[in-house]
């Protein structure tokens, strides 16, 4: 009786939204809709192809994100419970990863969905994400009704209803991943100055420390060795560009102040950093001398290869 009760309710306040919505407009732009996305099979598909047959879950993760290996179990059952009707797709992010670490998750929790890794972190900028994992629901019409980053019960009660309803609005208002909704970080880039971009996170260096303790011992020995080197070329202009995952202004004033940080940084919020100049590693470092990109390093073990590019410039 219960279970009727509550579809009976969400019926009704499905027909509200309609109502009071007489005009639906669907909230992604053509151009989303239209981004290739790339499984490991080899196959390509858009959400455009799904419009109008079926909704789509797409759940964003990365090997190493710890609430991401969580839900896995949890994006499993959905796949088995709602695969029918609805479109689920997995997308590693690409980020510090590996296609033999997301193979070994696949394994390891026997993931049967189309599994995708945005190596061009296209998906992630297009779609703005700011933190793994990260879930979006489009109905039938590929109107965007969920985005969060828990497997939690307003997710679970969406896919129930989006799979045997109609199209609906449930997101609470009609915005959607807008350029209007981020505030972009400018980096002006200028000839005849040669600039030292280094690219990392706020968190690399401890909450990579059991599942990938490699990259953390390198963010810990990048960023002492980035502080050395700017004291060492001071006329380089410097700058610290953060991972605008999980970051917000407390943790990169903890961040600074851990490791004395004393050139300029700033949190890539908008993404297009990251995305312009193709980081995929934390951490990273380039240097641009007149406009173009003459090193990037990803590997700070061997710092006397380091120092022998920064004395030829």
């Given at each position: 009786m219960?279970k009727?009760m509550?579809?009976?309710?969400?019926?009704?306040?499905?027909?509200?939204?309609?109502?009071?919505?007489?005009?639906?407009?669907r909230?992604?732009?053509d151009?989303?809709?239209?981004?290739?996305?790339?499984?490991?099979?080899?196959?390509?598909?858009?959400?455009?192809d799904?419009?109008?047959?079926?909704?789509?879950?797409?759940?964003?993760?990365?090997?190493?994100?710890?609430?991401c290996?969580?839900?896995?179990?949890?994006?499993?059952?959905i796949?088995?419970?709602?695969?029918d009707?609805?479109?689920?797709?997995?997308?590693?992010?690409?980020?510090s990863?590996?296609?033999e670490?997301?193979?070994?998750?696949?394994?390891?929790?026997?993931?049967s969905?189309?599994?995708?890794?945005?190596?061009?972190?296209?998906?992630?900028q297009?779609?703005?994400?700011?933190?793994?994992?990260?879930?979006?629901?489009?109905?039938?019409?590929?109107?965007?009704?969920?985005?969060?980053h828990?497997?939690?019960k307003?997710?679970?009660?969406?896919?129930?209803?989006?799979?045997?309803?109609?199209?609906?609005?449930?997101?609470?208002?009609?915005?959607?991943?807008?350029?209007?909704?981020?505030?972009?970080?400018?980096?002006?880039?200028?000839?005849?100055?040669?600039?030292?971009?280094?690219?990392?996170?706020?968190?690399?260096?401890?909450?990579?420390?059991?599942s990938?303790?490699?990259?953390?011992k390198n963010?810990?020995a990048?960023?002492?060795?980035?502080?050395?080197?700017?004291s060492?070329?001071?006329?380089?202009?410097?700058?610290?560009?953060?991972?605008?995952?999980?970051?917000?202004?407390?943790?990169?004033?903890?961040?600074?102040?851990?490791?004395?940080?004393?050139?300029?940084?700033?949190?890539?919020?908008s993404?297009?950093?990251?995305?312009?100049?193709?980081?995929?590693?934390?951490?990273?470092?380039?240097?641009?001398?007149?406009?173009?990109?003459v090193?990037?390093?990803?590997?700070?073990?061997n710092?006397?290869?380091?120092?022998?590019a920064?004395?030829?410039?």
């Amino acid at each position: 009786m219960h279970k009727y009760m509550f579809y009976i309710f969400n019926a009704i306040n499905l027909m509200l939204i309609l109502v009071s919505n007489p005009v639906y407009a669907r909230n992604v732009p053509d151009e989303l809709l239209n981004i290739p996305i790339t499984l490991i099979s080899g196959e390509k598909v858009t959400l455009s192809d799904f419009n109008g047959k079926s909704p789509v879950y797409l759940k964003f993760w990365a090997t190493w994100c710890q609430p991401c290996r969580s839900e896995m179990p949890h994006l499993e059952q959905i796949h088995k419970k709602y695969g029918d009707q609805v479109k689920v797709i997995s997308i590693n992010i690409d980020v510090s990863d590996s296609i033999e670490a997301v193979k070994s998750s696949i394994d390891e929790f026997g993931l049967s969905m189309p599994i995708a890794i945005d190596s061009s972190g296209e998906l992630t900028q297009a779609f703005k994400m700011v933190g793994t994992p990260y879930h979006l629901l489009f109905d039938k019409n590929m109107n965007l009704i969920h985005r969060g980053h828990e497997a939690n019960k307003s997710l679970d009660n969406k896919l129930s209803l989006v799979s045997q309803t109609k199209p609906v609005d449930l997101l609470g208002s009609r915005e959607l991943v807008s350029e209007n909704n981020v505030s972009d970080n400018k980096l002006e880039i200028e000839n005849n100055t040669t600039y030292a971009l280094f690219f990392t996170s706020t968190w690399c260096d401890w909450y990579l420390k059991d599942s990938r303790p490699e990259t953390s011992k390198n963010c810990i020995a990048a960023q002492k060795y980035i502080n050395e080197l700017h004291s060492e070329y001071p006329d380089i202009n410097w700058t610290g560009v953060v991972s605008r995952l999980w970051a917000g202004k407390k943790e990169l004033s903890d961040y600074t102040r851990k490791y004395s940080i004393k050139y300029p940084q700033f949190i890539d919020n908008s993404n297009n950093v990251f995305y312009d100049y193709k980081v995929k590693d934390l951490p990273t470092l380039i240097v641009i001398k007149d406009k173009k990109v003459v090193s990037k390093f990803v590997d700070f073990s061997n710092k006397q290869s380091i120092s022998a590019a920064f004395n030829r410039l």
